[in-house]
């Protein structure tokens, strides 16, 4: 690309109306000459070709994207990834911020996604390393999004609970059982005072347990604990399946007793869940599987934190996403980061109910809080109720007992003196 | 888990009905105990939890995955992401093959997803990195799937051509022009002998043009060029847009004149192209957008070969995949591998035309043909057409002419001496 060429795909921020614009932040590694490769990157994603032959026109204006910023870091002694670069010579590490039409494509998610995570991003000539880590959406973009329908305050008021965590459990033994015993593992969770009681993301529709008697079950047993207990309780049923099912199956589980769907929406699609958003009459839960593999790495790929803010977006109302400790391989930060997308203002989008999960226990909602600084989550253990070595209902009570000594300002240890359950807990480990 | 627990998680596959059975093939890492390792992935990825606290039961027979062959490669002197193990220790370098239940969660494509590439996998205790190879499904799981309506054959069907590559380009300017003037361009290509006239992954049905119209205009220059030249063509719409427009679009598209529609599948998910191919009138084109994330490391992600295999799974009929050369990042013998998912026997399932893609030009043609030993292959150049100097109707008959080349075992200077379009498009190297 020769210099002239290369200028039109950079532009002062102050020329621009930003309205016109979503603003990428790309983390990227190239050879030579960063100008060229992140003015390549820009050409890739919009104007390939900007010209006729023998027409006389530049369609970049409108329609290029731009930089509009760009750090040389610090040069490195060989690329991240040689393979992507069949090279090992030295590599400059950059970041660079690109202004990019929402015309070329409009508020559609899949058409975004190919816009900042395609063909014109991961093969940019010049390119080995490359990740996007966030996207700034103008209101007038975000407009165009309903975002979640409950949101944390929707939750907290159908759960009547203002003030603590949200204590979400995945029943388990998660694959084989028939509805009936499936439910009364969740009627003695929640009687043990669970809030929420939900399918592990596993567990679909399947012949050994259909979702109508699934639902019907669980549904009857919600009820019943809520006469029980007093409190308002939640059966979340996991209704990801192919896409034509998704409002087929939201209206089978709202109708049998369900009061709030799964969808793991990285599987699924996320313009499936936008879909039932426009649908549903529950709030929607958000699992993370298949996230992995395209946020894990560190400088190839998309930050989590996009995917987290696209999953607000379209609609969920709480995301199960990965949280602290080794076994998830996220950092804290990135936790963190996570967890701020789904509290921190976003148009006129509603926050959603964070739930940084994995290998959870009584003793995790002390360190949560800890991490946090609020109470606006959830925990979602598994075995910790379900494998309970005094049954669900005493592995629920575990979890309640754990946050009554947080406010309270006890140690654990301290409060399960007289609080067998949160002993047992302690002495099993998890 | 102790040694009794871990027998649970392997078998010998001659005693499991295979029909009921996926076969998964995984590259991991661990630090310590490989068959732990992989236990501990069978056991996350299905029966996490195998039993009731009380009773007498173990739901793994019917549920549990199983390992059925692990290989212990080598011993790395640390692990290949040591950010996912916390540790520089030394690592084992594994591959494991795993039976996994398939009436766990049915043929659906996002519980498939769940299962073998979502938190089971990922986050597996002792595991870092990890990369699923390949699946293997039984017949049995196959039948469920309609796969590619068309295919290989009703493709060369509907453009008459049977004995060469097919002749596929991307109308560039790729982005902002109005259906007139871009339908004039796709006139010309074809004109020169393209077979395939094709929106660019990034253009999609926006304000500034409509598919409506575009569809309708051109439609019509298709028929004129069918008439004019005495070939059938095929102009390709990109109806790549939010899952609940998918089918409106390919009815608009389809009533106005497109006769193939192209969906940027892993944007849009797979399981909406299951949806489509329900109703389907015209032949799917797979793009590749978003592919790279996930697939791209080494070590880490999923191999494009499965994703391949899905693709024709849920019924696209031609696959648009990243193809040779520096600039796509992907091996030959990655490339190889996707290919032949394409064309090799998949149950019931039609082959699909591959298109490896990217960066190409009349030159290519003879480097594909070599490499492939085939002529089932599409070429999908953009800018070699349509920025060829002597305008887009000379750089389709550049293409042409470089496979008459190939045909009469001439090279292309050769050949280039009295064909002054494919002499200009070597002048200009691409």
């Known amino acids: 690309m020769n210099q002239a060429d290369l200028r039109g795909f950079f532009a002062e921020k102050s020329t621009l109306n930003m309205d016109d614009y979503i603003v990428l932040e790309y983390y990227f590694e190239c050879a030579a000459n960063p100008e060229q490769a992140a003015a390549h990157l820009c050409q890739e994603q919009s104007t390939a070709q900007w010209k006729r032959v023998d027409v006389d026109e530049d369609l970049r204006g409108r329609f290029g994207a731009k930089v509009i910023d760009l750090v040389v870091e610090r040069m490195l002694d060989q690329p991240t990834y040689p393979f992507l670069s069949h090279s090992n010579d030295k590599a400059y590490s950059c970041k660079v911020k690109i202004a990019h039409p929402h015309g070329n494509f409009g508020a559609k998610i899949p058409n975004l996604l190919t816009a900042v995570l395609g063909e014109g991003t991961f093969y940019s000539p010049g390119i080995s390393a490359i990740k996007l880590l966030d996207i700034e959406f103008p ?244 075995r910790a109720v379900f494998e309970h070595p005094m049954g669900p209902q005493a592995g629920a009570a575990s979890l309640r007992q754990s946050w009554e000594a947080t406010v309270r300002g006890l140690t654990l240890f301290d409060y399960a003196r007289d609080h067998a359950e949160l002993l047992a807990a302690i002495k099993e480990g998890h």
Not at 142 to 150: E, S, Y
Not at 262 to 287: D, E, I, W, Y
Request: contains cysteine.
């Open 139 to 382: 209101e007038s973009y975000l407009g165009n999004f309903q975002g979640p329908k409950f949101g944390i305050a929707g939750l907290r008021e159908m759960l009547g609970v203002y003030d603590r965590p949200i204590m979400i459990g995945v029943i388990k033994p998660n694959l084989g059982l028939a509805p009936e015993p499936f439910a009364e593992l969740a009627r003695q969770a929640w009687l043990g005072g669970l809030d929420i009681a939900k399918d592990d993301e596993m567990l679909c529709d399947v012949e050994w347990s259909r979702l109508t008697e699934r639902a019907e079950r669980l549904g009857a047993a919600r009820l019943e604990c809520e006469r029980l207990t007093g409190e308002k309780k939640i059966y979340l049923a996991n209704i990801t399946d192919e896409v034509d099912r998704l409002i087929e199956l939201h209206d089978i589980a709202v109708a049998r007793g369900a009061n709030a769907v799964m969808v793991n929406g990285m599987t699924t699609g996320l313009s499936a869940v936008r879909m039932l958003r426009k649908h549903t009459q529950v709030p929607l839960f958000a699992h993370f599987d298949f996230i992995a593999p395209f946020t894990r790495m560190l400088y190839f790929g998309v930050h989590s934190r996009v995917m987290t803010k696209l999953q607000r977006m379209v609609g969920f109302d709480s995301i199960i996403l990965p949280g602290f400790g080794d076994r998830m391989k996220t950092s804290d930060s990135d936790v963190l980061l996570d967890v701020q997308e789904c509290l921190k203002p976003l148009g006129h989008l509603k926050p959603v109910l964070p739930v940084p999960a994995g290998s959870q226990w009584a003793g995790s909602i002390p360190q949560l809080y800890e991490k946090l600084h609020s109470v606006d989550f959830g925990i979602v253990p598994g």
